[in-house]
């Protein structure tokens, strides 16, 4: 293409390193090193060959982090020898290949934990609920410091309205939750703090990743049936993971 178009030589060098870059690049990613595609390979000819995903994730990614080990010696080394630069680029790699494989192996384990199972296995019921005429001084004295809770749904008259949170009342002046009521800081119900009792765990699990919530309204409609709690899901699924041996 250079010679064609009559380039320079400094830009026929520049097509060339190019050239050289993405054959390195992709010489890289064919490392059977999970999650790079050659580790991707290597875990379905594992796959194949055990019928065990769980199993042939596990060897992929620990070959994952084997390899990033590598980059992270081969950097200090570059780093000890003058070449900075250049072994910071080899140790972040290694760091990333590290915290990669094994945030896979992470995520299927969840995946594997709470397979089949619903927002109602997980669901605690009959939880303490706030009216939405509460003043958010009384929310504080009477119920935040008395029951440990950071989310307390709002219901009025058996209906469920909506939450609020710690970050509700701190967005608000000190001075002024004596005369505000709850009912006009809370946060309405919608699909992103409620889910269903018989929606899968790991929409919960989604749901509270993206909203930065540790705890969702679980409603039949807009009748409250209980709420589903970050720790409690996890402490389930560790001991899932230990009675069936996953880990």
């Given amino acids: 293409i250079s010679i064609n178009f009559g380039a320079t030589a400094a830009v026929s060098g520049i097509f060339s390193y190019l050239s050289l870059i993405n054959g390195v690049l992709a010489l890289f990613n064919l490392v059977p090193a999970f999650p790079l595609d050659g580790g991707r390979v290597l875990r379905a000819a594992l796959w194949r060959w055990k019928g065990d995903v769980r199993w042939a ?13 590598v980059l992270i010696i081969l950097g200090v080394l570059n780093i000890l020898s003058g ?16 915290g990669a494989a094994r945030g896979s192996y992470i995520q299927l384990q969840t995946r594997r934990a709470f397979e089949g199972e ?7 019921e009959s939880p303490v609920t706030v009216p939405p005429e509460l003043s958010v001084a009384q929310l504080v004295d009477d119920y935040v410091y008395t029951y440990g809770h950071d989310m ?22 000190r001075e002024e939750w ?15 703090n409620t889910i269903g009792p018989r929606e899968d ?11 930065g919530r540790s705890r969702l ?21 560790s001991l899932k993971l230990d009675l069936e041996n996953l880990d």
């Fill in 152 to 173: 307390f749904p709002v219901l009025a008259s058996g209906q469920l309205l909506g939450s609020v949170t710690i970050h509700d009342v701190k967005a608000l002046p």
């Fill in 217 to 237: 309204m679980v409603a039949d409609g807009s009748r409250l049936i209980g709420i589903v709690v970050l720790k409690d899901m996890l402490k389930l699924m």
């Fill in 118 to 124: 619903t927002v109602a296995r997980f669901m605690t």
């Fill in 57 to 69: 994730t596990r060897i992929a990614a620990r070959a994952g982090s084997g390899f990033g080990l």
């Fill in 83 to 98: 070449n900075f630069v250049g072994g910071m680029w080899w140790f972040l790699i290694g760091m990333f290949l590290i």
């Fill in 178 to 192: 004596a005369s505000t009521q709850i009912g006009e800081i809370m946060t309405p119900r919608s699909e992103t």
């Fill in 201 to 211: 765990a790991l929409k919960a699990l989604s749901l509270m990743q993206r909203g």
